[in-house]
């Protein structure tokens, strides 16, 4: 079984969210598991030189965008074991970063014509296209609209995952010629039409021969006007199409016992030594040292959907806490200005990054005690999977993957490996971790059967990668 991976972001190449993370181990644990998988991505500006300088040209050729006849080079490059394809044209990628640009509509659309066209000039023809986010929903599109008739495209099927169903590139009327060379047939509600614009992210859904998302309680919620910002009654209408597969993280990259950014490893059962990941990282960022005082960690986007602003809400009565409150993170400048504003008039009770800093992250991971996720909508997280592989307990709202994923401890039973609240109020999540900090300081027994418990859940991509593999075999069938 071949399978192409069509991401806009991999881990170590170019992150900027969780799509990186699984745009790697996804892949490694597939290939383990018998499939012969290989990422294709945009060889962006920012990918380091040492990547670079071991790629290996393997072809090049131009893609037709429109009145456009553009270069497409292809690059080749192998990383823990997984081959990886680089479409290489700098007028598209030799950019800062990855997104954010005005033409971002072009270069995606011819990231994703450039997949297709390629499979003409590699030695390896796919048997899917597993597509990923807007950036990559042109491909099922192209493929039925324009290679349906080509010898070596038109028995491949396509898969299509939703990260994050906000995000749905949506543009101007015009990129369906301008771009996609497809006429007006398309320009309908049941298929591109978005209002008076195109909606990719919908050609995504209705081109692609299944649709997945990133935990099954999303894939619920999206069906709902409240989580399906918008597009719910087509994704309604496709749920006989839809099945939600939960992430995992590479337990290989995520490993307190190994991982390299930490003061000091342990592991479940030597997880007391979190006291002394607390106090290094309490002396790093000038925090009174207290190997006693509650952590509370925050490694996050900064924007409403993280739930910031119910943290706005009671930022004060946490401080009024006897905690810690360390943040990490970038986002939209009326939360970054007020965490800054609380550091300063509080230094001796929090610690605001505002920055993106891998290291930090691991070393809050480690040290935290408690690691909060209050998300809107969380199609799956990273965070809670990261916080209970390190023995950091989770506090989130329930909805998407956090309530997939964490189960709220129950003091009368034991069970549990974190917290969790229902409604997205501040009253709420505040309760929640007025009752986690009792746990911890009244039933301390219990909470490190609750930390033992979290380290040694499974949160790995194996069960995972598992159902990905019988989803691709029905669809071969």
């Given at each position: ?5 069509a ?6 190449f ?150 994050n ?18 006429d ?21 859904i ?41 992430n ?22 030597s ?15 000038n ?57 300063s ?49 989770p ?16 003091r ?33 027994d ?20 598992k ?11």
């Amino acid at each position: 079984m071949k399978v192409l991976f069509a991401t806009s972001e991999v881990y170590p190449f170019l992150k900027t969210g969780g799509l990186a993370d699984v745009s790697l181990a996804l892949p490694k644990v597939l290939r383990k598991n018998g499939v012969d998988v290989r990422v294709i991505m945009p060889k962006y500006k920012d990918i380091k030189y040492e990547y670079k300088m071991a790629m290996k040209h393997l072809c090049h050729f131009n893609v037709q965008l429109g009145w456009r006849n553009q270069y497409c080079g292809i690059e080749y490059l192998e990383y823990q074991g997984v081959p990886f394809y680089f479409v290489d044209n700098e007028y598209y990628f030799k950019r800062d970063g990855a997104y954010g640009y005005g033409d971002d509509d072009e270069r995606f659309i011819f990231f994703s014509r450039s997949v297709v066209e390629a499979i003409n000039y590699l030695d390896f023809n796919p048997d899917i296209i597993h597509c990923n986010d807007w950036h990559t929903a042109a491909i099922p599109l192209v493929l039925k609209a324009h290679y349906s008739q080509s010898f070596k495209h038109k028995d491949i099927k396509t898969i299509y995952t939703i990260h994050n169903l906000k995000y749905q590139g949506i543009f101007k009327k015009d990129i369906l010629w301008d771009l996609l060379n497809l006429d007006d047939y398309y320009f309908t509600e049941d298929r591109l039409k978005y209002y008076d614009a195109v909606n990719l992210m919908k050609a995504g859904i209705i081109y692609s021969d299944k649709v997945t998302t990133v935990s099954k309680t999303y894939a619920d919620e999206i069906k709902t006007s409240f989580y399906g910002e918008g597009l719910h009654g087509l994704l309604s209408a496709y749920s006989n199409k839809l099945i939600g597969i939960i992430n995992g993280i590479d337990y290989d990259e995520y490993n307190p016992k190994t991982d390299k950014f930490l003061y000091k490893n342990y592991d479940e059962n030597s997880f007391y030594i979190k006291r002394e990941n607390k106090i290094e990282l309490q002396k790093e960022l000038n925090l009174p040292v207290n190997p006693y005082t509650i952590m509370i960690g925050m490694v996050t986007r900064l924007t409403k959907q993280k739930g910031l602003d119910l943290i706005a809400e009671v930022i004060q009565d946490i401080l009024a806490l006897d905690v810690q409150f360390v943040i990490l993170g970038a986002g939209d400048t009326v939360y970054e200005d007020m965490f800054r504003y609380y550091a300063s008039v509080y230094p001796s009770k929090i610690s605001s990054n505002i920055k993106y800093s891998e290291e930090l992250a691991r070393k809050i991971y480690a040290a935290s005690d408690l690691f909060l996720m209050p998300s809107l909508f969380e199609p799956c997280g990273i965070g809670q999977l990261i916080a209970l592989r390190y023995g950091s307990l989770p506090i989130v709202r329930e909805t998407g993957g956090l309530k997939d994923t964490v189960k709220p401890y129950n003091r009368f039973t034991g069970e549990g490996n974190g917290f969790s609240f229902a409604h997205y109020s501040s009253k709420e999540m505040l309760d929640i971790i007025k009752y986690a900090i009792w746990v911890y300081n009244n039933e301390k027994d219990s909470f490190d059967k609750l930390i033992y418990r979290a380290m040694t859940s499974d949160n790995s991509w194996c069960e995972s990668a598992k159902v990905y593999v019988d989803v691709y075999k029905a669809l071969l069938q």
